[in-house]
C-alpha cells in the first residue's frame, strides 16, 4: 500500500525568527513545495502570508502561489481555510472560491494555544455545503474525540461525501495530547473507508508520524508541524522533513504515492 505525503511548508503562527529558513513569500512557498514534490510529496497544505509576514487571506497572494506551484509540478494544493488564529471564519472560507483541489474544514471551536480558534458549527455547515457545491475535497482536521463526531454528522446530514479524508492532529494546548495512546484512540475511531493522516505538532512529530504510518495512515511532515529536525537542531528548510517522511513511508514497504495516484485514493477527478 502506498502512502500520501503532504507538505505542510508554512504555518499559521511560526516566523523566520523561529526557523529563517521557512518559506513565507509566494515564489519561496512554491520553490519548497516543488522540491517537495521531487522528493516524494503528493499532497501541499498551504497557509500564505502578507507582506508583514502575517497569515493572509489576499487571493491574489494565493492564487500567485498556487499559479507558481502549478507551473512546476502537478501536486494536489490543500488551502488552509485555517488560515491563522484571529481571522474569521466567514472570512477564511472564501478561499474555497479560488477552487483548490482540497481545502481544509476545521469542523469545531476550541482553546488552541493562548488563542481562541472559533469554528461556529452554523458557518462550517455553510462551508462544507459550498466546498461540496465547488467539488473542493474537505481535509477534516480533528483535534479531539469530539470533532470526529461532529464530522460525522455533517456525513449523516450530507454535507460531507466519502471518502472522507482526516488529519488525526496531536500537541495543540487545548486540543487532544501527542501520545501513542491518544493516536491509537483516533484510528480506531476512524471510520475504516475512510483515510487519515497523522499532524503531530512538535516534539513527537518524529515518533506519531512513524506510528500513523505503521498503523495504516499517510503522513505530513513541514514547517509548520515541526521546526527542528532533531533535539535542539533547527530543520534546514522542509527539504529534511519530507525526506525523512518519504524514508519512513518506504522503510515500512509504502512507496510514496505520486500525485496522480493520490487523486485516485482520494477519489479526485484525475487532472488532464
Ligand atoms: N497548524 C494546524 C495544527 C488548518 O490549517 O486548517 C492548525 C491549522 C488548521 O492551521
Ligand atoms: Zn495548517
Given at each position: 500500500m502506498t502512502a500520501v505525503i503532504t507538505v505542510a511548508p508554512t504555518g499559521p503562527i511560526a516566523s523566520r525568527a523561529d526557523n529563517p529558513t521557512l518559506p513565507v513569500t509566494p515564489e519561496e512557498i512554491a520553490d519548497a513545495v516543488a522540491e517537495a514534490h521531487d522528493l516524494g510529496a503528493a499532497v501541499a497544505h498551504l497557509h500564505l502570508r502578507g507582506p508583514d509576514?502575517?497569515?493572509?487571506?489576499?487571493?491574489?497572494?494565493?492564487?500567485?502561489?498556487m499559479d507558481l506551484i502549478a507551473e512546476r509540478c502537478d501536486i494536489l494544493i490543500q488551502l488552509s481555510t485555517g488560515v491563522g488564529l484571529g481571522v474569521p471564519l466567514s472570512e477564511r472560507a472564501r478561499l474555497v472560491e479560488l477552487r483548490p483541489e482540497m481545502a481544509t474544514l476545521?469542523?469545531?471551536?476550541?482553546?488552541?494555544?493562548?488563542a481562541e480558534f472559533s469554528n461556529p458549527l452554523p458557518d462550517v455547515e455553510r462551508l462544507a455545503g459550498r466546498m461540496l457545491e465547488l467539488g473542493v475535497k474537505p481535509e477534516l482536521e480533528i483535534y479531539d474525540t469530539g470533532h470526529l463526531d461532529v464530522c460525522l454528522r455533517l456525513?449523516?446530514?450530507?454535507?460531507?461525501?466519502?471518502?472522507?479524508?482526516?488529519?488525526?492532529?496531536?500537541?495543540?494546548?487545548?486540543?487532544?495530547a501527542a501520545t501513542p495512546e491518544n493516536l491509537l484512540l483516533m484510528a480506531s475511531r476512524i471510520p475504516s473507508d475512510a483515510n487519515w493522516q497523522v499532524i503531530a505538532i512538535g516534539k513527537a512529530n518524529l515518533q506519531l508520524t512513524a506510528m500513523g504510518l505503521a498503523l495504516g495512515g499517510n503522513a505530513?511532515?513541514?514547517?509548520?508541524?515541526?521546526?527542528?529536525?532533531s533535539k535542539g537542531v533547527?530543520?534546514?528548510?522542509?527539504?529534511?522533513?519530507v525526506r525523512r517522511a518519504v524514508q519512513l513511508a518506504e522503510g515500512l514497504g509504502r512507496p510514496a504515492a505520486g500525485p496522480a495516484q493520490a487523486r485516485e485514493i482520494l477519489a479526485l477527478p484525475a487532472v488532464v
Open positions: 509576514e502575517r497569515p493572509t487571506t489576499d487571493p491574489d497572494i494565493i492564487r500567485r502561489a476545521n469542523v469545531c471551536s476550541m482553546t488552541f494555544g493562548r456525513r449523516d446530514a450530507g454535507l460531507l461525501a466519502d471518502p472522507l479524508q482526516f488529519s488525526v492532529v496531536l500537541g495543540v494546548p487545548g486540543g487532544m505530513r511532515a513541514g514547517l509548520e508541524d515541526a521546526l527542528h529536525i533547527l530543520a534546514d528548510g522542509n527539504a529534511p522533513l
